[in-house]
């Protein structure tokens, strides 16, 4: 495996698995918190989907 | 609940809000970079930090440096691994790293790391009892009686097992100096007194009760006001006096003899026994309704004879100050296999005479001429491991989970031990997390070939 592709999946994995524990926090945010939380788990859903595009491009 | 001073190093925005979030009742600062987190260390003081590893998708484990630069100023480092590799996770580790989970688990692992880095602190703060007032060097004794001391300042009464002479006195009031309580600690051996007399130690008495009862005492009960009192040979109580004990626990309250007068006494129980309590209740010496008074935490103390480092550290404390004692190779061999049925008692004692006679060398003669009239009594066979009578009746005395982490320390261990310490064979073989591996490997202190010295 090339390091670009390690480096690739491993920013996936890691951003994926901030989106789970972004999803076990969200019923507890108050109104305010997950109008921020949804800002930044929209954000990270564009980069997992950029990170998937990369990777389509090393196979 | 003690607010810490925490530092995340995380480059990801919803990681950092995530850690916050769940950090939310502590002093927490964010730091997105390396750059920022190692300034943030320098300029601080943190108790402990979360690091990723691998800031952003062009990084090269940068992490690390920021874990040897906190490492450095003792902040306790916790790695918060993206399925990152073992060398790595090894790396971090030989850095100053002290735990790890895997990013997506905050919700279960940040409160577990948290709850046990402040019970961790405060045993730390103790650790120094082992080579003071309760000495040992065996690593399962140490983890026990660090275990044990996680529950000192607590309300929680502490059974204290082993056979005679293994120092359970010393490790209760090791407890109870523990305790932070403002009371004393006073000791009774049940097993010293008749029923009557325990009664009159226990309670106290009035001038004139009993025949004899030439003035008042006050009994331990109240001496161990706000303190601790140790019940030495608990087994040895008869049950009527037992009755009468649970109800002094119960009520907090008793009547000394002769008195209509109720006395109020609020003391912590610790208590021992050389006996096998399930054993004493199964015979209807033990009351059951007691022992679960008594019992809240259990501990084991293992006889001399299991524990042979211990007999050299021993015999060295007990000649602190006092005349030096060296022995022949043949001596020092003779009674570390000595089945020391007496226990650390006997051994001091059998010191206590090598000091008070001329000194120097011992030799093989010597040690044979005072320990059993010459006879060496064989060496005690170790417990068998893992049978399911005894981790059951280990689970019984320490709880369950304190039999688990035992047996799996010792699988581990083994199976370690037998593939050459390959960290993944044994993932594989055993089929458990890395973190549980790390955490045994720790724990345990298991020396790995190409551990860093």
Request: with cysteine; hydrophobic share 40%.
């Amino acid at each position: 495996m090339t390091a670009d592709l390690t480096k690739l999946l491993h920013d996936l994995k890691s951003k994926c698995a901030s989106l789970k524990s972004a999803a076990d926090l969200y019923k507890d945010c108050s109104a305010g918190e997950k109008k921020e939380m949804l800002a930044l788990m929209t954000a990270a859903a564009d980069e997992i989907a950029k990170t998937v595009q990369a990777l389509g491009k090393t196979a | 609940m003690q607010k810490l001073n925490i530092l995340v190093l995380e480059d990801d925005k919803l990681a950092q809000k995530i850690m916050a979030s769940r950090l939310a009742a502590h002093n927490v600062d964010l730091a997105g970079d390396l750059k920022t987190a190692l300034k943030k260390i320098e300029a601080n003081r943190y108790d402990l930090g979360f690091f990723d590893l691998m800031l952003g998708p062009d990084d090269d484990y940068s992490g690390l440096r920021a874990i040897a630069a906190a490492a450095a100023r003792n902040v306790y480092a916790v790695v918060v691994s993206s399925s990152d590799s073992d060398e790595i996770i090894d790396r971090a580790y030989e850095l100053g790293a002290g735990d790890f989970y895997s990013k997506g688990n905050e919700e279960s692992n940040v409160a577990d790391i948290l709850r046990k880095f402040l019970q961790n602190r405060k045993a730390a703060a103790a650790t120094d009892i082992f080579t003071s007032a309760f000495i040992t060097g065996d690593p399962e004794t140490k983890a026990a009686a660090g275990e044990a001391l996680k529950y000192a300042p607590t309300e929680l009464p502490i059974l204290i097992l082993g056979p005679s002479g293994t120092g359970k006195t010393s490790l209760a009031k090791v407890l109870h100096e523990h305790s932070g309580r403002e009371g004393a600690f006073v000791a009774i051996n049940c097993s010293a007194y008749g029923e009557d007399l325990l009664e009159a130690e226990l309670f106290g008495y009035r001038k004139g009760a009993f025949t004899g009862a030439a003035d008042s005492r006050k009994g331990r009960l109240l001496e161990a006001h706000k303190g601790t009192l140790f019940l030495d040979e608990i087994g040895a109580m008869s049950l009527g006096m037992q009755s009468k004990l649970l109800k002094a626990i119960e009520e907090r309250s008793f009547y000394p003899l002769g008195s209509e007068k109720p006395e109020h006494s609020e003391f912590r129980v610790i208590s021992a026994t050389l006996e096998d309590p399930q054993d004493l209740i199964a015979k209807g010496k033990m009351r059951f309704d007691l022992f679960q008074r008594v019992h809240g935490y259990t501990i084991n103390l293992k006889p001399l004879a299991d524990r042979k480092t211990d007999v050299f550290l021993l015999a060295q404390h007990f000649t602190k100050g006092g005349k030096r004692l060296s022995f022949t190779a043949e001596a020092r061999a003779w009674m570390e296999d000595y089945a020391w049925p007496g226990n650390v008692r006997e051994l001091k004692k059998f010191i206590d005479l090598l000091s008070s006679g001329e000194g120097g060398r011992v030799g093989l003669d010597t040690v044979q001429k005072h320990l059993k009239g010459g006879q060496g009594a064989p060496r005690r066979a170790p417990e068998a491991a893992g049978g399911p009578d005894a981790v059951y009746t280990d689970a019984l005395k320490r709880g369950l989970e304190a039999a688990l982490e035992k047996i799996s320390g010792e699988i581990i261990a083994r199976n370690l031990r037998e593939n050459g310490g390959k960290k993944t064979k044994t993932l594989e073989d055993l089929k458990i997390s890395t973190r549980l591996l790390y955490a045994t490997i720790k724990r345990l202190g298991i020396a790995l070939p190409g551990d860093k010295k």
